[in-house]
């Protein structure tokens, strides 16, 4: 049995690895962003000193895109400079699990990403991640850095619960049909890194999705499929006539071969991982916050 400390644990992410490790009958200290700001080194050595962990998965971020456009020290320091305290902290006893993003990319590739490829962000939100990524990378920790991308679950607002709120609300829905990506249920992607946490594989960069890819339209669709809507309520738009601060990758799907050929858990695809999701927690998933 491990013991372990969550950094982040009331976020979407966070909440459900802290939950599943209760789960696992492991030893966690959990510390939401509000008991941690894991930007003060002081603050993260006193709770490193106290829990004592084996393990460190940093949930923690500022994940606002749009936000960071115009906050984007504020997003480094949180997403560099917090990411590297919490791995150097760490690095004599623990290991370290740090979550990071597709938006380290560009998003214009016409196939899936992989571990290998040199990131080469579009947005302050992406510059950060990458910063933080390298900090990470070259703290001296054994460190596992995993990037995701459009994830779902029962903590946080985020697409799923967007989907269901505009349903109740509006006949017809507009969802962009450009920008294609692969959808992740956060308990599955919660799953992969208590694994791969306590894995015999080596530390770097991993990419963890559930498999498969579809564009913000496609799943806009299978979520009113799952919620017994018509799904042609949903009509397919463009980028374009949703302008937003922070530029979207039109293809950010991240390449999972590592992952595989690694024998980690499998991640189901992202239409199964929704079935799943909806069938397992129901209402919980799409009530209002």
């Known amino acids: 049995m491990s013991r372990w400390l969550v950094t982040g644990a009331a976020g979407q992410l966070g909440s459900d690895v802290v939950d599943l490790l209760h789960a696992y009958g492991e030893q966690v200290v959990a510390l939401t962003s509000a008991e941690l700001d894991i930007t003060d080194r002081a603050a993260v050595g006193d709770a490193v000193a106290d829990a004592r962990p084996g393990i460190v998965v940093n949930c923690a971020a500022f994940t606002d895109v749009d936000r960071a456009e115009t906050e984007e020290d504020r997003a480094y320091d949180v997403n560099a400079h917090g990411a590297a305290i919490v791995a150097e902290v760490s690095a004599p006893t623990a290991r370290v699990v740090h979550v990071s993003t597709d938006y380290v990319f560009t998003g214009d590739a016409s196939a899936p990403y992989p571990e290998s490829q040199r990131p080469h962000p579009r947005t302050a939100y992406g510059r950060s991640k990458a910063a933080g990524e390298q900090a990470v990378l070259t703290s001296g920790a054994h460190a596992y850095v995993v990037r995701t991308a459009w994830l779902y679950g029962v903590a946080g607002n985020n697409f799923v619960r967007t989907i269901a709120r505009l349903g109740r609300e509006r006949e017809t829905i507009d969802v962009v049909d450009d920008q294609v990506g692969a959808p992740t249920w956060s308990l599955h992607l919660a799953r992969g890194l208590v694994a791969l946490a306590v894995s015999d594989a080596p530390p770097g960069i991993w990419h963890c999705t559930n498999d498969g890819e579809a564009s913000w339209y496609v799943f806009a669709r299978a979520v009113f499929a ?40 499998t991640m189901s695809h992202w239409r199964d991982a929704l079935h799943e999701a909806f069938a397992t927690l129901g209402e919980e998933l799409t009530d209002p916050l």
């Open 226 to 265: 799952e919620l017994g809507l018509d799904p042609a309520r949903v009509q397919p738009t463009t980028t374009e006539a949703f302008p937003r601060p922070a530029p979207r990758p039109a293809y950010s799907v991240l390449a999972t071969d590592k992952w595989r050929q690694a024998e980690l858990p």
